[in-house]
């Protein structure tokens, strides 16, 4: 009995975001368009990830590199580290811990910040005040974050590189401008185009996702964690399904 | 007297509970209606289906003649402009300042106007419920009595010929309730305003009501001056003074 009732809740559930989706696409992104809170959104959901971006991307790099050495030592191609680390991290790495670690800090946060929002009646006044809190809300956060993560991917793979490179250069002696002549000579168009091409989709769904949860929900403060907490859950998971859905379709366009 | 608002015959139910049951009333011009009743009674309900943030599932609403659930979203945008709404919890956005709060309807409202005219305007609504000096301050700086009066003024910003309160003093001392029922009433004369104030503190209908309409079962169960409910021997009427 409880498991038919969890089956429905989940096609409930599903439903009602794909419907919070479309009302996304039929009216949050008509005009009149709220720019200047795009900008802010975009300040504070990309500019202000950054330095959270930076430190788990270099850290990511480094130890990414420490862990492979063995292995490549023990197959006698060292000299490869910088390949294939360059390729991991810029195919899936890269974009899927930026991701991940983006879902953490934004989605709880737009879960949670809409939440309060909710139930204090503040969406409330201000569609009383003849503001869309949809446009103003839901559409400048989705956008924000469909435009910031890609942004951040690129500059977190850079920096992610950077520390393979001093992760290379622990236990031998790389130059700089080798190691990435290496690392961009073993990357293709193919390599680059469907990994910086997801992040679009990562963003979008971890917008949705933490603009949904806050926007439906209930119960007080303890609603809104709930909504914090349950908007990083299912942002993680749509990174996942989204990262899955990638690879096939990659694969059919012969881009693996 | 001319009636700014009609409701007629209104119906709303969520799931199998039936909170507004054929319920029906009206405004006057200049007309202060406080709407009396239990809590969970439907009061809220009944405000927030004249505002349009609730559909009712059949009636009426007349405001200024225009049947609200017929407006779409741009007549409703429209309309709102001549009607305030005073939250329960106030609303204040918590993250803007006071000048901010009371600005942001402005601006979408008013485009044309000068930062000069806004500046103006803020200062103008801060000072009629007496906290100019709270300008720049957050919110969460401010005490129970001041969101209220902060609150009173972003509702009152745009000028709406009528205003709706929810519980304006709820949750507050008996002398900063008073305060609040005055400046209602110096608003109301001040800008001749028509309103309707739901609550359930008798000091606020004492003070604030024209006309008192008791919600009882969904509907509007009685209607008449305060004196005429204090005197009356209906049972139902009766508990609200004892």
Redesign the interface.
């Known amino acids: 009995m409880k498991f038919t009732a969890n089956i429905r809740e989940f096609f409930g559930e599903t439903g009602n975001l794909a419907e919070f989706t479309g009302r996304f696409f039929s009216i949050g992104i008509k005009p009149r368009f709220e720019i200047k809170e795009l900008f802010n959104q975009c300040y504070l959901i990309g500019y202000k990830s950054l330095p959270l971006i930076a430190l788990t991307g270099f850290i990511m790099g480094l130890v990414l590199t420490m862990q492979l050495r063995p292995s490549l030592v023990t197959y006698g191609v060292e000299s490869q580290l910088p390949v294939m680390v360059g390729i991991a991290i810029v195919r899936e790495i890269g974009p899927v811990i930026t991701a991940l670690i983006f879902a953490g800090k934004i989605a709880s946060s737009i879960g949670a910040e809409l939440g309060s929002m909710k139930v204090t009646e503040q969406i409330d006044a201000m569609e009383v005040g003849g503001t869309n809190p949809f446009k103003y809300l839901v559409a400048t956060r989705v956008l924000a974050t469909t435009m910031m993560l890609p942004v951040l991917t690129v500059m977190g793979d850079a920096i992610c590189l950077f520390g393979a490179y001093i992760g290379v250069n622990i236990r031998s002696v790389t130059s700089f401008h080798l190691f990435f002549t290496q690392v961009f000579h073993s990357l293709s168009f193919g390599d680059l185009l469907p990994a910086f091409t997801k992040t679009f989709f990562f963003g979008f769904a971890i917008g949705i996702v933490g603009c949904y949860k806050g926007y439906n929900s209930t119960k007080g403060t303890q609603g809104v964690g709930n909504s914090a907490n349950s908007a990083v859950v299912l942002s993680s998971v749509m990174i996942f399904l989204i990262d899955l859905l990638a690879v096939q379709f990659t694969d059919i366009l012969g881009l693996n | 007297m001319e009636a700014v608002i009609v409701i007629e015959h209104l119906y709303k139910r969520f799931g199998a509970n039936v909170v507004l049951n054929d319920f029906s009333l009206e405004v006057g011009k200049e007309e202060n209606v406080v709407v009396l009743g239990k809590s969970g009674s439907g009061k809220s309900v009944l405000i927030?289906c004249i505002?349009g943030?609730l559909r009712p599932d059949s009636g009426t609403i007349k405001v200024f003649g225009e049947n609200i659930p017929d407006l779409n979203?741009e007549e409703l945008?429209r309309m709102?402009?001549k009607?305030g709404?005073l939250?329960?919890?106030n609303?204040?956005?918590?993250?803007m300042t006071v000048r901010e709060n009371l600005e942001?309807?402005l601006r979408?409202?008013w485009i044309g106007f000068s930062q000069q005219k806004i500046d103006g305007l803020v200062m103008e609504a801060l000072e009629n419920v007496g906290l100019p000096h709270t300008v720049e301050m957050m919110p969460a700086e401010l005490s129970g009595g001041m969101l209220k009066r902060v609150a009173l003024a972003?509702t009152m910003i745009?000028q709406p010929e009528i205003i709706l309160y929810d519980e304006p003093t709820t949750g507050l001392d008996p002398v900063t309730a008073r305060e609040i029922d005055n400046l209602i009433l110096k608003l109301q004369k001040k800008y001749h305003t028509s309103s309707i104030i739901i609550t359930h503190d008798m000091n606020c209908v004492k003070n604030t009501a024209d006309r008192v309409a008791l919600l009882l079962d969904g509907k509007c169960y009685a209607q008449g001056k305060y004196d005429e409910f204090e005197r009356s021997t209906d049972q139902h009427i009766k508990q609200f003074f004892e």
């Open positions: 927030k505002i943030l979203h945008d709102r402009t009607i709404f939250f329960q919890g609303a204040l956005y918590d993250s942001f309807s979408r409202h972003r745009l």
